[in-house]
């Protein structure tokens, strides 16, 4: 079965600081893979996204992630962090097959930046 | 432009009742998902509608049914309430005919069943 895992449920880190969440995933077929960021009582907001072609993808707000083939992970980095960016962070995949872009979610790393 | 529009953006319910969520896609866009993201966890895919047709279902219940309109909106339909059902339900909408093309979220319908 296909599943996304996020390693860390919470992530504190203090205003300035590098941070990294963790994201691996499982699937027997070629997946995309996604970021997105979920401020408190809105939506969800696309950060990056890889598709194909080099492994470290860079997205709005700073944030830049790589793709681990042989590791089958998506970790998404941002050198220093802003009390701003504190947040709920969701990787997902997207299974390339059936063709209908349906997104499969991890469980949510919320990031909290403290000044 | 708009975006992904929501409505009501609260609902409060109560067990066994029946409740209609309605979500508008930005537009240009004419395939709509749904998704439903209950406390601390992410999103699960409910359906996805394109030509006013359900294209594909997650794990959930006959109760969750869906509907597209001709001019693209959707609606989301949930019979007989269980507590469990309470979650804030996403929209989501993208143009078709690529094999990916972004997917843009509304805020969402918080719903509370009692």
Redesign the interface.
């Known amino acids: 079965a296909q599943s996304?895992t996020?390693l860390d449920s919470q992530v504190p880190v203090f205003e300035e600081a590098p941070v990294e969440l963790r994201c691996n995933y499982s699937s027997s077929v070629s997946v995309?893979l996604f970021w997105?960021v979920q401020y408190p009582?809105?939506?969800?907001?696309?950060l990056l996204?890889y598709?194909s072609g080099s492994t470290l993808v860079k997205g709005i707000n700073g944030f830049e992630a790589e793709f681990n083939k042989s590791q089958t992970s998506f970790h998404l980095r941002k050198p220093s962090v802003h009390i701003s960016d504190t947040a709920e962070y969701?990787c997902?995949v997207?299974l390339?097959s059936?063709?209908?872009?349906?997104?499969?979610?991890?469980?949510?790393t919320r990031l909290a930046v403290h000044p | 432009d708009a975006g992904v529009t929501q409505s009501p953006t609260h609902l409060i319910k109560t067990r066994g009742q029946q409740v209609t969520l309605r979500c508008s896609p930005k537009s240009g866009h004419d395939t709509v998902s749904w998704y439903q993201q209950a406390l601390g966890q992410g999103p699960q895919f409910i359906f996805q509608y394109y030509e006013e047709e359900e294209r594909q279902r997650g794990n959930f219940p006959d109760r969750f049914s869906g509907h597209q309109f001709p001019n693209y909106s959707s609606e989301l339909n949930v019979n007989a309430l269980l507590l469990g059902d309470s979650a804030l339900y996403l929209c989501a909408s993208r143009r078709s005919g690529e094999e990916y093309n972004e997917q843009f979220f509304g805020p969402g319908t918080r719903l509370t069943v009692l």
């Open positions: 996304v996020q995309y997105y009582n809105q939506g969800l907001q696309l996204k598709l969701f997902a997207i390339l059936g063709g209908y872009n349906k997104l499969i979610f991890g469980a949510g």
